[in-house]
């Protein structure tokens, strides 16, 4: 089989060793082409235009920047592009105009599918982590096999063509949201005396992310009684790590944020509850 990739940046180039590594021929375009030619020396095609490398393929991956790349990219093979040639787009883009972007695919007789990954570039070199996957079920059940080939997991979404895009970004949310709070927790040790390094070393034995998923699933729907910890409590605590920082002059990140929500749950008087319903939405 031969296909075609769009886009070699990071995982670009990832997925297309993978792909050659599995004994595909691969076409490859990218917006700066020394990047594209480098790939030559692994068995790859470089094309010079976008046009050019999807000519005759039989499958056409897309890892490209944003959603005005995308659609500039693909409006550039609309007449190039084999229509039976699926268009499976990796890009992280927003949920609308994805939906947006299959609808018109659709009318012009083409398939369009977005399948975002949860893959740093060693994984999509490996084939392997995850990749989410939403649109049309008989199209999607055509591609699945290739797709498969290339993680560890396929988590098929549905038919909304808008709904891995929107899972994606709420995966990514998740993980920008830790790093976040690991920065809090290093201003919280400053405060407190402790280097960076012997902080960050708590994780080891103590990870939180264990208890994420019933932590989602209790911020999402609740019960939220019995409380394991109560809204009261952790206004508490966060005060104490509030003290500590402005005791030391180092200026806070997400302690606000989490104290505002806790506040306009104490002023629902839900300070029984569990801590968890603070943070549920919508509030009542």
């Known amino acids: 089989m031969t296909v075609a990739v769009l886009g070699t940046g990071l995982m670009g180039r990832s997925f297309v060793l993978h792909l050659l590594s599995s004994g595909q021929q691969v076409h490859v375009w990218n917006r700066r082409t020394e990047k594209a030619k ?9 094309f010079d235009t976008a046009p050019e490398a999807v000519s ?19 409006e550039s093979i609309a007449a190039a592009a084999p229509q039976n040639a699926p268009i499976i787009d990796h890009s992280t883009t927003g949920p609308r105009p994805t939906a947006e972007r299959a609808a018109r695919w659709a009318q012009r007789g083409s398939i369009y599918l977005h399948a975002p990954v949860f893959m740093a570039p060693e994984n999509a070199a490996a084939g392997t982590g995850f990749m989410l996957l939403s649109g049309h079920p008989d199209h999607c059940a055509m591609v699945m096999p290739a797709l ?23 995966g990514n949310l998740g993980l920008l949201s830790m790093s976040a709070v690991a920065g809090e927790v290093m201003r919280l040790a400053a405060a407190c005396g402790i280097e960076a390094e012997e902080a960050a070393g708590l994780f080891a034995v103590f990870n939180p992310g264990d208890v994420l998923p019933e932590r989602a699933r209790k911020v999402a ?8 910890a109560t809204v009261a409590m952790m206004r508490k605590d966060v005060g104490l ?8 002059g180092i200026a806070m990140a997400l302690l606000p944020v989490l104290l ?4 306009a749950a104490l002023q629902r008087e839900e300070g029984g509850l ?4 603070a943070f549920r939405y919508p509030t009542p």
Request: proline share 7%; no cysteine.
């Open 148 to 170: 498969e080939a290339m993680a560890s997991k396929v988590l098929n979404l549905g038919p909304d063509p808008g709904r891995a895009a929107a899972f994606k970004l709420m």
């Open 56 to 74: 005759g393929v039989e499958r056409i991956h897309l890892s490209l920047a944003d959603d005005g790349v995308v659609d500039q990219v693909l």
């Open 260 to 263: 505002d929500q806790i506040n």
């Open 221 to 228: 729907s609740g019960p939220y009684e019995p409380p394991s």
């Open 38 to 46: 480098a790939l030559e020396a692994s068995g790859a095609v470089a």
């Open 241 to 248: 790590m509030s003290s500590e920082m402005e005791g030391a």
């Open 274 to 277: 569990d801590v968890t319903a």
